[in-house]
């Protein structure tokens, strides 16, 4: 694995952290409990309950080694408004068609795109960082330039 650190909001971190904590215990738990009852059922050798246990401890486990290293990669950037919108921010902007939108910018593992959390290194987020309430973005697309006007800034 990379040890390049991991830009993210302290929120991100934190989601991170209680993502880990159910894993390392309820997850684990729960595995333990199906693993359990499978090898009840007696012959292991032709058990799809117990492989199907095996292979859910194995991502379970991979899962939790995955997430301790982005924790101890991570670089946790502070919301500060004064050099415009960086990460953390949540920004209003309005497109050439008089459309308006919201994003916050996360960072790169904290992505979701449906709760309109996009990465500061995604085309969007990118043409954001360091704007200002009232600039006209230019923002480059697969299929030429769009323009959003950042409407509002804030920080939560």
């Known amino acids: 694995m990379t040890r390049e650190r991991i830009s993210m909001t302290q929120r991100g971190y934190d989601k991170l952290r209680e993502t880990l904590e159910f894993l390392k215990t309820t997850r684990r738990e729960q595995i333990s409990e199906y693993m359990g009852s499978a090898i009840a059922d007696g012959d292991l050798r032709e058990s799809a309950a117990y492989d199907e246990a ?12 995955e997430i301790e290293d982005q924790l101890e990669r991570a670089l946790i950037v502070a919301e500060d408004s004064s050099g415009g919108i960086g990460l953390g921010a949540r920004v209003r902007v309005r497109d050439e068609k008089g459309q308006e ?3 916050e910018l996360v960072g790169t593992y904290e992505v979701d795109v449906l709760k309109g ?10 043409a954001l960082l360091g704007r200002r309430e009232g600039d006209v973005v230019p923002v480059p697309l697969p299929k030429g330039t769009a323009k ?6 804030t920080y939560t």
């Open 54 to 65: 095996r292979m859910q401890q194995s991502e379970n486990e991979s899962r939790i080694v």
């Open 101 to 103: 939108r919201q994003f």
């Open 117 to 126: 959390k996009i990465s500061d290194a995604s085309p969007i987020g990118q």
């Open 148 to 153: 959003f006007e950042v409407l509002e800034v």
